[in-house]
Nanobody, 123 residues
Framework: QRRLVELGGGLVQPGGSLRLSCEAS????????IAWFRQAPGKEREPISC???????DYAASLKGRFTISRDNEKSVVYLEMKQLEPEDTAVYFC?????????????????WGQGTQVTVSS
């Protein structure tokens, strides 16, 4: 059974850091582009970053360079390093897998979603 599991969410103070992990199982991560999305309360889910199979990276402009995506295919994990967190970053963070050539440009279609992990930035 193919699965994506997000780990590492929690409560952090403004200005703090968190590292989210997206653990893949049941399939070979090497063959998939992996994206991170987030959904804040009352808002639509939005794409924030993507790493392709050849490790090309994409980031939403709104992140202002605070987030870094990386992957470790041997461990079947994709990471999202988040720094200088702001209350506006509070959201449920989801990872997603897409096999299409242009997935990290269009963020669709998504083949598999994780269940999400809550990130709360608050003092």
């Amino acid at each position: 059974q193919r699965r994506l599991v997000e780990l590492g969410g929690g409560l952090v103070q403004p200005g703090g850091s968190l590292r989210l992990s997206c653990e893949a199982s049941g399939f070979i991560l090497d063959y998939y582009n992996i994206a991170w999305f987030r959904q804040a309360p009352g808002k639509e889910r939005e794409p924030i970053s993507c790493i392709s199979t050849d490790e090309t990276r994409d980031y939403a402009a709104s992140l202002k360079g605070r987030f870094t995506i990386s992957r470790d295919n041997e461990k079947s994990v994709v990471y999202l390093e988040m720094k200088q967190l702001e209350p506006e970053d509070t959201a449920v963070y989801f990872c997603a897998a897409g096999g299409g050539l242009y997935y990290c440009s269009s963020y669709r279609p998504t083949d598999l979603w994780g269940q999400g992990t809550q990130v709360t930035v608050s003092s």
